[in-house]
């Protein structure tokens, strides 16, 4: 079954390695949302931040998944983890895909980034944390061979959440 996917990703600093993703047969007769082209993108930006949530839970619509694309600072980006809330919330399945492993034009890899699922948690009970991290999978393009497996993390990750 094909699922409509929302990407969440820092697009100034990771677009490179994302074309990757993007431009790979993964997204290919799917229904992805998220990916808009930089003029677009930078369009909604200079709305506010309340235009850049607006359109975040407009692309969520009709989605199924949440797919976050972690680079070197994607952690720390704010609208990241705006989309990480709101498709918790939202009961999408969520899942991480970490992008250092992918060579960008100069054939280098990146340094890895911290996970975002690490800086949010939900009440575990008896006052003790669990983070997103322990809940939704975390796994590497490359070495988890994403070009063959990632329709399989995506389908998992919509089931573990019952959709």
Known sequence: MARRVFFSFHW???????????????????EAAGFWDAADWEAVKR?????????IDGQLSG????VVLVGAETADRNYIT???KA????VNGLLAVTLHNIKDRHQR????GRNPFDNLYIDGGGG??????AIYPTYDWVLNDGSTNFASWVERSARAVGR
Do not use: F
């Not at 709305?47 to 359109?55: L, S, T």
């Not at 989605?63 to 949440?66: G, P, Y």
């Not at 890899?109 to 890895?112: C, F, H, S, T, V």
């Open 128 to 133: 003790r944390r669990r983070y997103l991290s």
């Open 82 to 84: 705006y989309a990480v």
């Open 109 to 112: 890899r990146d340094r890895p």
């Open 47 to 55: 709305g506010g931040e309340e235009i850049v949530h607006r359109w």
């Open 12 to 30: 100034e600093r990771d677009i490179w390695r994302i074309s990757r993703i993007r431009n790979s047969w993964v997204t290919q007769d799917r």
């Open 63 to 66: 989605t199924s998944v949440t």
């Open 87 to 90: 498709s918790h919330q939202k």
